[in-house]
């Protein structure tokens, strides 16, 4: 799986006060039900090297959308890729959330990917990067990669017990490979306002890539 996030730095030593998985896991989930209800469905994958990772599935909404949230990435934090020594408290911790018009469960398995890639790669997901799956989302998706937006803006970011760091959680939207690609060269935020400009509907699963020219 490709991606361009940085790296972990040296995941050994860091503090051992902060809350537990058990407690983040618990707020987080408890976040997610109130920000969207009871879920109407939920998944397990385990990967080898890493904890499990959950993907919740909620709606269809009165919308018809469909929200899947996952469960298990924000339980410890994603080391800062500058730091000699990862700290195991400290750092910035995440949930991934995709929205998509009707669903598409077969996303269930690529999400819980993405969502254990700070386990297994050693990476730090934050808003603005990107991650490649190499593969359709879901049978016959037109997008094979994702691009982490800004948090806040559909589930709130849940404060923890200090000294650890908030959870935030990051809005995933389905790129083209094609879109992938003149992201790379030209940013997100250029990428982003193309959307805008072209008023596309980022949560449609069969929607066209946007014009490039």
């Known amino acids: 799986m490709a991606h361009d996030f940085p790296l972990f730095g040296d995941p050994s030593g860091g503090s051992a006060h902060g809350p537990s998985r058990t407690a983040v896991l618990a707020a987080v989930e408890a976040r997610l039900l109130t920000t969207f209800g009871e879920p109407s469905g939920r998944a397990a994958v385990t ?6 990772i959950e993907v919740l599935r909620f709606g269809p909404d009165a919308e018809g959308l469909v929200r899947y949230a996952t469960l298990g ?9 500058s730091a000699a020594v990862a700290d195991q408290v400290r750092g910035p911790r995440a949930e991934l959330v995709l929205t998509i018009r009707g669903g598409r469960d077969g996303v269930l398995r690529p999400l819980a990917t993405f969502a254990a890639t700070p386990q297994v790669e050693g990476l730090v997901v934050a808003p603005g990067g990107s991650l490649d799956l190499g593969a359709p989302l879901w049978d016959g998706a037109p997008f094979t990669s994702v691009l982490a937006a800004e948090p806040g803006g559909l589930v709130e970011d849940l404060e923890l017990e200090e000294p650890a760091d908030p959870v935030h959680f990051l809005p995933l939207l389905p790129m083209t490979p094609n879109e992938a690609g003149w992201k790379r060269v030209h940013g997100a935020a250029a990428l982003q306002e193309r959307w805008l400009q072209h008023g596309t509907d980022l949560r449609d699963p069969e929607r066209r890539g946007v014009a490039l020219d």
């Open 47 to 52: 990967f080898l090297g890493a904890d499990r």
């Open 73 to 81: 990435m924000s339980a410890a934090p994603m080391a800062d890729p």
